[in-house]
């Protein structure tokens, strides 16, 4: 027998498999057991806070969002910087490919949302732009 641990849906489940010889007669019957749930591994830290971040949603603020799913590998503005259409405000890697999320507007850095190493879900705001 073999022992696995499977993730369905985010549930690990702990499953043993028997192993059938190469008999050429009739089928053996299958073995079915309940799966067992396991304690999830431990999960990781925290994040870091945002840096210096300010409030979000100040008046007239443009919301810079997640496009997709991914992680934050890296952060190219501050609260303060100014930024032109276009330039990169953080590279975010989702299905292994880095994806530059950039501005959509002139202006200037009113908050950072996220920091390095952060999971984000689609539409999550990572910026806002005054």
Do not use: Q
């Not at 641990?5 to 007669?25: C, L, P, Q, R």
């Not at 053996?28 to 870091?48: D, E, G, R, S, T």
Request: hydrophobic share 50%; with cysteine; net charge neutral.
């Amino acid at each position: 027998m073999k022992r696995y641990n499977v993730t369905v849906n985010g549930v690990v489940y702990d499953v043993i498999v028997e192993e059938v010889g190469g008999v050429a007669s009739a089928p053996a019957a299958p073995v079915a057991a309940a799966p067992a749930p396991v304690a999830a591994p431990a999960a990781a830290p925290a994040p870091a806070a945002p840096k210096a971040a300010a409030p979000a949603g100040a008046a007239g603020a443009n919301a810079v969002k997640a496009p997709m799913p991914g992680t934050i590998m890296k952060i190219n503005v501050a609260v303060g910087d100014t930024v032109k259409k276009g330039d990169v405000i953080c590279v975010l890697e989702a299905m292994k490919m880095e994806n530059d999320i950039v501005s959509p507007v002139d202006g200037t850095i009113a908050s950072v949302n996220v920091s390095k190493g952060a999971s984000v879900k689609t539409d999550e705001v990572v910026a806002t732009i005054n």
